[in-house]
């Protein structure tokens, strides 16, 4: 996709003052122009609908609904937008899914004008953008996990089906504390920091485990 001579912006953010810095920081450049300003999704959509945008530079966070579902609601709408989460959040969760609805980039809230400029270019472009900041985290978060034992595996997968201890220990013929011990080095070796870390973790990978 060839780059137009004039990048057209919608800002969408539901603090008034964030889309007036970002104005202000953006509309200083001879090729960006900030051509809307929404609060929520419905004002967006509704200024979608009447005015020529090439990206959306909006928050995860919405006070009504949440960016991530609005960008998927906007992309099947205009396939041919280019959607960048502009979010004070790095979470990995909060990126996979937002590139999963079809996102082109995610830049934290505090990054400099150059970075988001960065971003604008990349996506409109044809590619996509990550702050520094958020691909270590996502990187770290997709590290390969250290390799369980069969017997940890077993276990972990029983968890998942919210088995106890001493039910684990019964069906593996093996003693309570066998079963304590290997749930310590289960967490151990998974970086978790707690019993409700654990079980939410073998809930959450239980059909791949």
């Known amino acids: 996709m060839t780059p137009p001579s004039l990048i057209r912006i919608l800002l969408v953010d539901d603090h008034p003052m964030v889309r007036e810095g970002l104005r202000a920081r953006l509309s200083s450049l001879a090729q960006l122009a900030v051509v809307g300003e929404a609060g929520d999704a419905a004002e967006a959509m509704r200024l979608l609908d009447q005015t020529a945008v090439d990206v959306v530079l909006q928050d995860v966070g919405l006070k009504e609904g949440n960016g991530i579902d609005l960008a998927q609601a906007m992309l099947a709408r205009w396939p041919g937008l280019c959607v960048l989460m502009f979010s004070m959040y790095d979470n990995p969760e909060y990126v996979q899914r937002a590139l999963q609805a079809g996102a082109r980039g995610y830049v934290l809230k505090d990054a400099p004008a150059g970075e988001i400029v960065a971003a604008i270019d990349a996506v409109v472009a044809g590619g996509t953008y990550l702050s520094p900041g958020v691909s270590r985290r996502l990187f770290r978060h997709h590290a ?29 013929d093996l003693s309570v504390r066998t079963v304590e011990t290997h749930r310590q080095s289960i967490k151990r070796k998974l970086g978790l920091e707690g019993q409700a870390e654990l079980i939410k973790y073998a809930v959450e990978h239980a059909r791949s485990i």
């Not at 069969?150 to 069906?171: C, D, F, N, T, Y």
Request: glycine share 6%; aromatic share 0%; hydrophobic share 35%.
């Open 144 to 172: 390969p996990r250290p390799l369980l034992s069969p017997r940890e595996s077993q276990i972990l997968s029983a968890l998942g089906r919210g088995e106890s201890s001493k039910q684990i220990a019964k069906a593996l």
